[in-house]
Nanobody, 120 residues
Framework: QVQLVESGGGLVQAGGSLRLSCAAS????????MAWYRQTPGKQRELVAS???????DYAESVKGRFTISRDNAKNTVYLQMNSLKPEDTAVYYC??????????????WGQGTQVTVSS
């Protein structure tokens, strides 16, 4: 059983900051890439940022220079530091992990999501 649990969402004023965390737990052999996505009602889930096990990163154009993704491999945790937040960043944020469980095949697991609301 593998679980991804996000935390750190909330309400913040425009220009403010939030830090999201996502911890993977359970019977995990290894984790490859980890990523953050976001989704607003009526829209497709979009990739915000991703990070490989070797800490190579990639960002959506809309968040470059404002968001930073990082990870702690010892803790199986990925973070998303969000600065200079804008109302258009309002969404439910989901983490995912490309992982190999202790028994079974490589797969991608998702967290339950955390709401981020940016007021103008």
């Amino acid at each position: 059983q593998v679980q991804l649990v996000e935390s750190g969402g909330g309400l913040v004023q425009a220009g403010g900051s939030l830090r999201l965390s996502c911890a993977a737990s359970g019977r995990i052999f290894s984790i490859n890439a980890m990523a953050w996505y976001r989704q607003t009602p009526g829209k497709q889930r979009e990739l915000v940022a991703s990070i490989t096990h070797g800490v190579s990163t990639d960002y959506a154009e809309s968040v470059k220079g404002r968001f930073t993704i990082s990870r702690d491999n010892a803790k199986n945790t990925v973070y998303l530091q969000m600065n200079s937040l804008k109302p258009e960043d309002t969404a439910v944020y989901y983490c995912n992990a490309d992982l190999i469980p202790s028994s079974g095949f490589r797969r991608v697991d998702w967290g339950q999501g955390t709401q981020v609301t940016v007021s103008s």
